[in-house]
T-cell receptor, first 114, second 118 residues
């Protein structure tokens, strides 16, 4: 079946460095992607999204890149801070039954060290 | 962003009993809500799509008689885990999407409910 996956299950970075979290998706028909941050014991928190007609989108300290040719998504976090430590999920919108559900990737744990 | 609230945040119940989890959209009306299940160190897996005024749409492999979903109003969906067993212990999370903003919009998530069945 269709799936969204991640290359790196755990990423450790030094405070102040830039972080890059990667995600591969398999459904070429997916047209909308979201990155979420999940802290321990909490629900996912929206970070940034991108539509398939774009290849880059920037937010505050975060950038999402989309490469449709290789079906790859990445989240770049600039000047990573301890508060960025969390699990990050990519999600793709899969139209199914008209409800456009989100399919989540496996997740990457980001550990920021002082 | 919009606020989605779940209640309770955590619950412990005895095996064989039923537990109800509520999901509310606090500042918007949601015709569609989603229920997810998350095991430790794993991703979110969609269980079902809750539709106001109609039956829920369950994902393959999810027992509809086990996980009862009721979307009674535009601001409330409930998930009832019936005859709970220890293997039902998990983190349950709901989400809702603001209507009228288009399909390509983020879904807002509740804070999750930790269910422990003993």
């Amino acid at each position: 079946g269709e799936s969204v996956g991640l290359h790196l299950p755990t990423l450790s970075v030094q405070e102040g460095d830039n972080s890059i979290i990667n995600c591969a998706y398999s459904n070429s028909a997916s047209d909308y992607f979201i990155w979420y941050k999940q802290e321990s014991g909490k629900g996912p928190q929206f970070i940034i999204d991108i539509r398939s007609n774009m290849d880059k989108r920037q937010g505050q300290r975060v950038t999402v890149l989309l490469n449709k040719t290789v079906k790859h998504l990445s989240l770049q976090i600039a000047a990573t801070q301890p508060g960025d430590s969390a699990v990050y999920f990519c999600a793709e919108r899969a139209a199914s039954g008209g409800y456009n559900k989100l399919i989540f990737g496996a997740g990457t744990r980001l550990a920021v060290h002082p | 962003g919009a606020v989605v609230s779940q209640h309770p945040s955590w619950v412990i119940c005895k095996s064989g009993t039923s537990v109800k989890i509520e999901c509310r959209s606090l500042d918007f009306q949601a015709t569609t809500m989603f229920w997810y299940r998350q095991f430790p160190k794993q991703s979110l897996m969609l269980m079902a799509t809750s539709n106001e005024g109609s039956k829920a749409t369950y994902e393959q492999g999810v027992e509809k008689d086990k996980f009862l979903i009721n979307h009674a109003s535009l601001t409330l969906s409930t998930l009832t885990v019936t005859s709970a067993h220890p293997e039902d212990s998990s983190f349950y999370i709901c989400s809702a999407r603001e209507p009228g903003r288009g399909l390509n919009t983020e879904a807002f998530f509740g804070q999750g409910t930790r269910l422990t069945v003993v």
